[in-house]
């Protein structure tokens, strides 16, 4: 009766299960590594995955628990990639364990994203709907745009931050001074720390901490905001503030995600691409068809729909002519799969045939209408 | 000192004064009802009262507090919590859940120990359990725990927002038409149920309510509410005897 009542064991097993597919999906592809016939293409996707793994996984902390809409998340994973990469070029001489400097700097994206996050969310979150959605969008591309103008360099005087042109800089490169963020032209030369094992890694600790916090008395806060702002409010939940919290965190892994990005390129730039709203709203698209807050379901769909259209690249002409075809059918059908009652409801019946028979639970329900 | 001094409060919207100068004496342990037709402003009262609205005029005070300005979070911390009449659950989340969140501010561990599932993570949420399954007992919904808010019975849904209301520990628990859509033998056992929070809890409650076999029952005092002015106030039998208040309001 007790352990019946409490319902964290169902919800523990769900997670259990989630965490166990993404075990098992690490030891194939580590088996197919081994095994060596995993081509080059294949071996690109992985920490890619991972990456934006965790950015829709957190997204979905934004989408799917609070219930807003953020257009801006690639602007986050933008801060997370920049400091990080800052932080490595910087330290790369005084810290020498590699390993350790990528986890310090991996912290460091993300905490100035989170920070961001925060700077944003305060004027922000006070919008709702569509109105957040358009401003978050904007704050994402000043946020890119921001990185385009911007300059950092060292030398034995320090750190010196400047806008717009590299010379304002004042850089003295007599002694062994340089430019590491030179604008447009980003960074070069950030240690390519990233690899499958720490992607892997990175993409179960957010797992792991967003569950943990979803299914906490701060998540079930956030939830509670989502079902119903004024309810929640009413029983003293200070609305504004868990809003700014949630936002918060999944800023914090945005940025994760970008130093895991920055560290696995020779060199970065901020482009619409990466970090632009193309990049914002395609983590969306992988949120919206992996189901609102359905952690699994940003995984999975992350797996197919960012892994797919490089697949689909490599068959023979025939496929790959219909490369978008097959993708926007395979769009389709997940959006059908997760968002039409209809067919969630017969797969529901559909399972709950195969797992027992649902007579148990049938004079149950009847009971409840009668009283 | 009454628990609930509300004096010449009043609210407009444009140029309607849904509340106009309305003053409430509620002393603790009372079960208060507040009656009247149709849009006489009864639920903008318990908007008031809550600081959905803030009042264009008046105070009201809690236990000797000012609370009018306040937000919704901070009039919950003081002691006044209330329901809606249309639900408002949280409805995607389990009937249990809800308690707990009602729970929120009573059992309090940090996000960070949530997260890492520290000690006070395991403690607070399981002494939670256990006071909002005590609660949910209460109101007979202790079986229906773990089914989501949004798949229990009407009359099931009005119950669980008074518990989720409880869970806050008021002083004062505002109840809206807590009968509306209940048949009449589940209203009877819900006028039990309110009148069983009052003793147990040592609870004081303002309710509306259209359903005069409800109000005659179980209010002790109640206010009559016309075009947002108070037409008359007292004990329940006078109230209910008074021909100004039979031909505004019972006679129509
Ligand atoms: N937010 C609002 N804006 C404008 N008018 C409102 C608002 N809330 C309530 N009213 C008006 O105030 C009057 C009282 O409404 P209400 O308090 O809901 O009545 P009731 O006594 O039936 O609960 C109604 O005429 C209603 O239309
Ligand atoms: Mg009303």
Redesign the interface.
Known sequence: MKKSVSNLNPLTKKNFITLLICVVIFAAVQFWQASGSMGSLYQGLLVPICIYVIMAVSLNLVVGYLGELSLGHAGFMCVGAYTSSLFSIMTQSTISNSLLRFAIAILIGGIFAAIFGVIVGIPVLRLRGDYLAIVTLAFGEIIKNLMNVLYVGVDNNGIHIAIEDSTKLNIDYTNGGKIILNGPQGITGTPRDSNFIIGFILVMITLIVIMNFVNSRTGRAITAIRDNRIAAASVGINVTKYKLIAFALAAFFAGVAGALYSHNTASLSATTKNFGYMMSIMVLVYVVLGGMASLRGSVIATIILYALPEVLRQFNDDINNYRMLIYAIILIVMMLINNNDTIKNKLNQFKNNKNKSPKGKEPETVKEAEV | MALLEVKNLGISFGGLRAVDGLNLQIEKGTLYGLIGPNGAGKTTVFNLL???YKPTIGTFALDGEVLNGK???QI??KGI??T?QNI???????V??NV???L??N???S?F?????LPS?FK??KA??KEA?EILKVF?L??????TAEN??Y??QRKLEIA??L??HPKLLLLDEPAAGMNPN?TEELMQTIRFVRDEFDMTILLIEHDMRLVSGICEQLTVLNFGMELAKGETSAVLNNPEVITAYLGE
């Open positions: 809550t600081g959905v937000s919704q979070a919950n911390h919590a209330r809606f408002r659950l949280f409805s995607k989340m389990s249990l859940d707990k969140v009602g929120h501010n059992c309090k561990y996000a120990a949530g997260v890492f599932r993570y607070q949420e939670m359990n399954m007979d202790d079986k229906e725990a773990s089914v229990l019975p009359g099931k989720r209301a869970a806050t589940e």
